[in-house]
């Protein structure tokens, strides 16, 4: 993987690379290809952007050091995965649909590389995702006016394309995986109630979660094609508070205890997946 960077249309943020595979260069460990993996999908919130060291405190880094010590992956069905791996394909500014173009085909590659070899424990054993922030908030600051014809049909040909993406996504995800890799889709929080966006708060609101005129609810849309295809939903919104958001000219992403939250967020629904399965 290369250096990735999240742009959001309409709304200026901060900007950010970061390396990857990460968990590559662990030390005394196995090589790669031999460990089991945490594969991990999205924008920049998954690349970690707004944390004060992406490869540290991002959330993808935080729910590595959970699963290392939570997932089960050990002989005799014990808690402990000290040799998880982390791959992190998320690309700053990906929508759902350059995530179906570019990141994709490359978990599909590493699903189908490891998940269908004879090692089993070399296997991906949980993949995470979050996509569809930069699909609606591009097109939220056009609704300023509210809903309007134009904005209603803006948002709806928006979600309908996303609803598709995302359905492809899983679908495939699911197909190259099989039944025992845990996937974990991430709901959107609101984040323009701390930035200089905040008067679009209620309207971003009504596009995530629904209100009067407004029929598509984004995160309705995350949990049914989740539902639908055996995966597990970190669900944010409504669980970060505006001082866990970066704010001021940055109106996408989380802090560090943003970060933190959805980690634990990801984590519960971990817990939840197993617990189904067990």
Do not use: W
Not at 7 to 34: E, F, K, N
Not at 61 to 67: A, E
Not at 98 to 105: E, G, H, K, N, S
């Amino acid at each position: 993987m290369g250096r990735r960077m999240l742009v959001l249309v309409g709304i200026p943020i901060l900007l950010l690379a970061l390396s990857g595979p990460a968990g590559a260069a662990d030390h005394g460990q196995p090589p790669l290809a031999h460990r089991p993996l945490y594969l991990a999908l999205g924008n920049s919130v998954a690349v970690g952007v707004g944390a004060s060291d992406p490869a540290v405190t991002g959330y993808v880094p935080v729910f590595l050091d959970l699963l290392r010590g939570e997932l089960t992956c050990r002989p005799l069905h014990r808690p402990g995965c000290r040799k998880l791996a982390l791959e992190n394909l998320a690309v700053g500014g990906a929508t759902s649909t350059t995530l179906v173009r570019d990141q994709l085909p490359l978990a599909i590659a590493e699903l189908q590389a490891r998940n269908h070899d004879r090692r089993p424990k070399n296997d991906v054993k949980v993949i995470t995702i979050d996509i569809g922030g930069n699909d609606v908030f591009a097109v939220v600051p056009s609704c300023a006016a509210g809903p309007t014809p134009e904005c209603l049909g803006l948002i709806d040909t928006t979600l309908r394309t996303f609803a598709a993406n995302f359905t492809t996504t899983l679908a495939q995800l699911r197909a190259a995986a099989g039944p025992d890799t845990i996937i974990i889709a991430m709901t959107y929080y609101n984040p323009l109630p701390s930035c200089r966006l905040s008067a679009l708060t209620p309207l971003a609101a009504s596009v995530l979660e629904g209100a009067p005129g407004f029929d598509g609810r984004l995160n309705d849309l995350i949990r049914a094609i989740s539902a639908a295809n055996g995966v597990a939903v970190a669900d944010t919104y409504g669980r970060l508070a505006d001082q866990d958001l970066v704010g001021d000219t940055d109106c996408l992403h989380p802090n560090d205890s943003s970060h933190q939250i959805i980690a634990d967020l990801f984590d519960a629904a971990l817990a939840g997946a197993e617990a189904q399965g067990a």
